[in-house]
Structure formats: C-alpha cells, structure tokens
C-alpha cells in the first residue's frame, strides 16, 4: 500500500522558512518524480517543484524559484521542499503527489500523478 505522509507546515511570518517533508512507502522509488503541488483558497491545484527519484533533476514553478528547493534523502525515503523568504502568496495547503510514468514534458502537470498525500497548510502572515 502506497502511502505519502507530509509534516511541517505552519503558521510563520512573510520572510521565513519552512521545511516541508512527504515519507513515502510502498513505492520502489526508483524511476518515480516526485512533486509538490499547492491549492490556495479559490483556486486551482498548483505546481510548486518536482524531483526525479533517480537523477535528482529537478524542476521549479517561476514562482519559487530560486526560493523553494526541493530535495530527496533515499535512506529516509522522504523529499523535503525547503520554503525560504515566504510570502503570503504562498498560503496553501501543499501536497506530496508522486508517479512512475510521469515524463518530463508533464512533469508539472497534477493530473499525471496517482499517488498524493493528505496535504500539509502552509500560512504566511504578512
């Protein structure tokens, strides 16, 4: 059984940090993308960052980067997405989704996961 458990979300004030993580289980990692998605009240599910299992490639929405920076620890099976200089546009809950047949032109694209957590909510006070 497949499962993504994400922790570390909170309430923090617009310019500090956070760092999520999603321990996966039941998945044989290797050739999965990993990725982390956003849902803000009101609006759609969004992509925040991704990372291939085996390479360690990774991919950023325009609006993180260079602040979000995602990363993966293989002996804990867990991804972290570390969360810098936040703002309270990135108020959302953030979700851990990952799949095995995700290509790179679709990396950012949530449809194309099947497996998702229960999702963590990030609130940034201004």
């Known amino acids: 059984q497949v499962q993504l458990i994400e922790s570390g979300g909170g309430l923090v004030q617009a310019g500090g940090s956070l760092r999520l993580s999603c321990a996966a289980s039941?998945?044989?990692?290797?050739?999965?993308?990993m990725a982390w998605f956003r849902q803000a009240p009101g609006k759609e599910r969004e992509f925040v960052a991704a990372?291939?299992?085996?390479?360690?490639?990774?991919w950023y929405a325009d609006a993180v980067k260079g602040r979000f920076t995602v990363s993966r620890d293989n002996a804990k099976n867990t991804v972290y997405l570390q969360m810098n200089i936040l703002n309270p546009e990135d108020t959302a809950v953030y979700y851990c989704?990952?799949?095995?047949?995700?290509?790179?032109?679709?990396?950012?694209?949530?449809?194309?996961?099947?497996?998702w957590g229960q999702g963590t909510q990030v609130t940034v006070s201004s």
């Open positions: 039941g998945l044989t990692f290797s050739g999965y993308a």
């Open positions: 990372i291939a299992w085996s390479s360690g490639s990774t």
């Open positions: 989704a990952a799949d095995s047949s995700v290509n790179v032109l679709r990396i950012r694209m949530s449809n194309k996961y099947y497996y």
